[in-house]
């Protein structure tokens, strides 16, 4: 029989040699989901069947403002082709308590979603056009507070295979860069500031002005996810002693505690 003391110290032992794994920590979130948001486009008229030229676009005429949003405000745009509709819900009072963002496509129907954080100025034009983004609106927040920042982690609950992400940065200068991936599974991805600075090397991370993330695509794609944010280095991971050794120094250390006693 095992002895529940052993076990409680065996588990203890593990936490501390870090078996759990290390994970990369979140220093700045750009947006964590928790303020509530919904935008949709409904079917048109006419389109019966998917067609590119049938197209609905809503723009960001609604701005949600509150905590845990870079900036404190986020803007929504949605272009949406076919006869169905595009839901884009974020936020527990949307989604059933839970902090998420959830983008959804009818059957038939496609869409591009752009999410956009610069500042108070709501976006009154249509956010794909770099020249409709405020790029001073953060005022020069720096996304290399510490040594290991290294990207931007997108928590992925689930998302449809070849769904495109495409993330942009602009600096206070108006110098930007963008770095797009497409996903194969439902996963987290990071965009590297590596990546950003092959794309741009002019752009500052220490003073970024605007942030735009793009959605597209297949027909009737979804996806639902839990953070975006920037990221730190995982700490170095302490190599993880085995099942056995970790038992024997479970038990080992209760035999010196009745000793002890």
Not at 23 to 31: K, R
Not at 48 to 60: A, E, Q
Not at 62 to 88: M, N, W
Request: net charge negative.
């Amino acid at each position: 029989m095992i002895n529940k003391r052993a076990l409680q110290i065996t588990t203890a032992a593990a936490l501390a040699f870090g078996v759990l794994g290390a994970q990369a920590a979140v220093i700045l979130p750009i947006d964590d989901f928790s303020t509530d948001q919904l935008q949709q486009v409904t079917g048109a008229s006419g389109c019966d069947t998917f067609d590119p030229g049938c197209t609905v676009v809503k723009n960001p005429d609604t701005q949600a403002s509150g905590v845990g949003l870079l900036g404190g405000y986020r803007d929504v745009f949605i272009e949406k082709t076919g006869p169905s509709g595009t839901t884009v819900a974020i936020g527990p009072g949307n989604l059933g308590g839970n902090d998420w963002m959830a983008v959804s496509n009818d059957a038939l129907t496609t869409s591009e979603v752009v999410i956009v954080w610069d500042g108070a100025n709501p976006i009154s034009a249509d956010p794909r056009i770099d020249t409709n983004i405020d790029t001073t609106g953060l005022g020069g927040i720096d996304f290399t507070p510490t040594p290991g920042s290294h990207g931007v982690l997108m928590e992925v609950i689930s998302i449809d295979l070849d769904v495109t992400a495409t993330l942009s940065l602009w600096d206070t200068d108006g110098d930007m860069a963008s770095v797009s991936y497409t996903f194969a599974a439902s996963e987290n991805y990071t965009f590297q500031f590596s990546d950003f600075l092959a794309d741009n090397a002019l752009l500052d991370l220490d003073r970024i002005g605007a942030v735009r993330l793009w959605l597209t695509g297949p027909e009737a794609w979804d996806g639902v996810f839990d953070l975006v944010g920037v990221v730190n280095d995982p700490p170095t991971p302490v190599p993880a002693p085995t099942p056995l050794a970790l038992l024997g120094f479970g038990l080992l250390t209760l035999a010196k505690r009745r000793r002890r006693g």
